[in-house]
């Protein structure tokens, strides 16, 4: 038998729900199979036939009732939030519930204006009229992680639904149990403008599940997951050609000028790096800090990370960060910085993985960290900031661009001039000047990666159409239409054409006024 021989171990049928703070077990959840992600995906196609001939005021009286219901039972979507992923019940809040208002309530108030069809010029043919219908394109698939399991979904339906189409949810089996509160609030929302609980489904399971969903058929595919997946995605999206967005990880730079406002970029950093303990793609993971403020600025964000309170949140305000979500990452984020402690990076506070229960990382400050360390390079998804010291500004965009990654990205300066020159030069898919990844929270901007972080874009007006298939339709503009008759060729066909085409596109006037002569004269000649 060949060594190599692959042997697929099936899935689990039941998902293990723990809290990964406190180890707790908070129930299971069942993991669909890849027959039953079929059956899903039928359902869905019936139920979308019904949500595609909607009209926008059902839709978004569909998408108010998700946010009436979200504000109804805030304190519930923040406790199952914090049980199912560590967090602490402020990064539930405030990064999970407030952006999902936020980005439900856009697409609600821009939804119809960027939807509805549009008229466009009809250029040459102007017995011709024009324009473009947003139609959906189906069933559409949304493969989601872990880090924010209430906005994965929340955030990921919003701008599908609103183009007409039912969306299908692969919550991450690292937070499957907070789902059931989820999809209850999905099918109270829909039935009360008399849809069925088909036009949305959350999917649970582990990556079979996912897999299945990929080769179903479904319309389009949304996956926000690592690169290594993503690639899996693409593969399985071949089989039916099915067009995917991908939005992966992040190495997000941040570049801390000496005339930027201290304060202001310390508190940055430490939001951009520690904000759901690094659990975030637009984490702030590599601080490049200009020389003349370097010492200043690592004495400064020092202090505040070494003070940062982190334990098992049980109430609001008890602890500054919580847990790592998943077991996995606490490896990767463990074997990443070990490795660039042995290659000569010094860590300035925490460091070191805790021994007891629950999955804790502390908040991780390393210095001395070269390019080519592993961690220097690698995605740590973790409470881990990495501070690197250069010389100038050219120095400073030279190591912010030497990723793979170009997600998001950061420059912190008072001088707006420089500012703007910095995030010209920056390779991202977006930069904040004197912020850390706001772009998100704006969702007239798009949202998304350039390189290894992915493609195509969330939010915004390209993040609606993105689900829909632009139809082209042309019509007649007037009461009557000009048959084309072009057969049998005429003689002169060829050397009319000649004649506009340099009439219509020469650059010089004679040019097009001999060329508007030779149409007259060949005309002339065709009637006498
Ligand atoms: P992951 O790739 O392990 O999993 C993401 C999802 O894919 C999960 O639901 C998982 O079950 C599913 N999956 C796994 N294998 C699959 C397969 N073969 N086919 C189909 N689906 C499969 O990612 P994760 O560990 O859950 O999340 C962390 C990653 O997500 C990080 O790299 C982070 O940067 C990235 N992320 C990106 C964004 C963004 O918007 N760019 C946002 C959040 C997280």
């Known amino acids: 038998m060949s060594a190599s021989l692959h042997i697929h171990t099936p899935q689990p049928?039941?998902?293990?729900?723990?809290?990964?703070?406190?180890?707790?077990?908070?129930?299971?959840?069942?993991?669909?199979?890849?027959?039953?992600?079929?059956?899903?995906?039928?359902?869905?196609?019936?139920?979308?036939?019904?949500?595609?001939q909607s009209t926008f005021a059902q839709r978004r009286a569909v998408l108010q009732n998700i946010i009436d219901l979200t504000l109804a039972n805030i304190d519930e979507i923040c406790?199952?939030?914090?049980?199912?992923?560590?967090?602490?019940y402020e990064n539930a809040i405030l990064g999970e519930v407030m952006p999902v208002c936020n980005k439900t309530k856009w697409v609600i108030k821009n939804g119809e204006k960027f939807l509805k069809p549009e008229k466009v010029p009809s250029g040459l043919l102007m017995h011709k009229a024009g324009r473009i219908e947003y139609r959906p394109l189906g069933v559409v698939a949304c493969i989601v992680p872990w880090n924010y399991p209430f906005q994965n979904v929340f955030g990921s339906i919003a701008a599908p639904l609103m183009a007409g189409n039912a969306v299908l949810v692969k919550a991450s089996e690292a937070v499957a149990w907070s789902t059931q509160l989820f999809q209850n609030i999905i099918d109270k929302a829909l039935a009360k403008e008399g849809f069925s609980a088909d036009t949305v489904q959350i999917i649970n399971g582990y990556g079979d599940t996912?897999?299945?969903?990929?080769?179903?058929?479904?319309?389009?595919?949304?996956?926000?997951?690592?690169?290594?997946?993503?690639?899996?995605?693409i593969e399985g999206s071949a089989q039916h050609l099915t067009p995917v967005i991908m939005e992966l990880g992040g190495k997000d730079p941040m570049i801390v000028c000496e005339d930027a406002d201290l304060q202001q970029a310390v508190h940055s950093a430490l939001g951009g790096c520690f904000i759901n303990l690094g659990q975030n793609?637009?984490?702030?993971?590599?601080i490049i800090v200009l020389d003349a403020v370097y010492d200043k600025f690592v004495a400064e964000i020092s202090k505040l990370t070494g003070n940062l309170r982190q334990g098992a949140p049980t109430k609001p305000g008890d602890f500054d960060v919580g847990a790592v979500c998943s077991p996995l990452q606490i490896?990767?984020?463990?074997?990443?910085?070990?490795?660039?402690?042995?290659?000569?990076?010094?860590?300035?506070?925490?460091?070191?993985?805790?021994?007891?229960?629950?999955?804790?990382?502390?908040?991780?400050i390393l210095v001395n960290v070269?390019?080519?360390?592993?961690?220097?390079?690698?995605?740590?998804?973790?409470?881990?900031?990495?501070?690197?010291?250069?010389?100038?500004?050219?120095?400073?965009?030279?190591?912010?661009?030497?990723s793979e990654f170009g997600l998001q990205s950061s420059v912190m300066t008072k001088d707006r001039a420089r500012g703007e020159r910095i995030?010209?030069?920056?390779?991202?898919?977006?930069?904040?000047?004197n912020d850390f990844g706001m772009c998100y929270l704006n969702q007239d901007l798009p949202f998304g990666g350039v390189k290894y972080s992915g493609f195509g874009r969330m939010n915004g007006r390209d993040g609606l159409r993105a689900y829909t298939n632009a139809k082209a339709v042309l019509t007649d503009r007037f009461g009557f239409s000009v048959p084309p008759k072009l057969y049998p060729v005429g003689p002169s066909v060829y050397a009319n054409a000649h004649a506009s085409i340099r009439m219509l596109y020469a650059s010089s006037w004679t040019d097009r006024l001999a060329s508007l002569w030779t149409l007259i004269r060949l005309s002339m000649k065709s009637k006498g």
């Open 370 to 402: 070269t390019p080519d360390m592993r961690i220097a390079r690698e995605e740590v998804f973790g409470p881990v900031m990495l501070i690197m010291r250069v010389p100038n500004d050219a120095a400073a965009i030279a190591l912010a661009n030497n």
């Open 13 to 52: 049928t039941e998902i293990e729900c723990l809290n990964p703070a406190t180890g707790a077990r908070l129930g299971s959840v069942h993991a669909s199979s890849p027959d039953e992600v079929k059956a899903i995906v039928e359902r869905a196609r019936i139920a979308q036939k019904k949500w595609g």
């Open 281 to 286: 793609c637009i984490a702030s993971e590599r």
């Open 210 to 233: 996912g897999a299945a969903l990929v080769r179903s058929g479904v319309q389009k595919i949304l996956f926000i997951g690592s690169v290594g997946n993503g690639r899996r995605i």
């Open 79 to 88: 406790e199952a939030v914090v049980q199912d992923s560590g967090k602490t």
């Open 423 to 433: 995030a010209d030069a920056l390779e991202a898919g977006g930069t904040c000047i």
């Open 331 to 364: 490896k990767v984020i463990d074997t990443l910085v070990s490795d660039a402690l042995a290659n000569g990076a010094k860590a300035l506070v925490g460091g070191v993985l805790p021994k007891g229960p629950g999955n804790f990382y502390p908040p991780t």
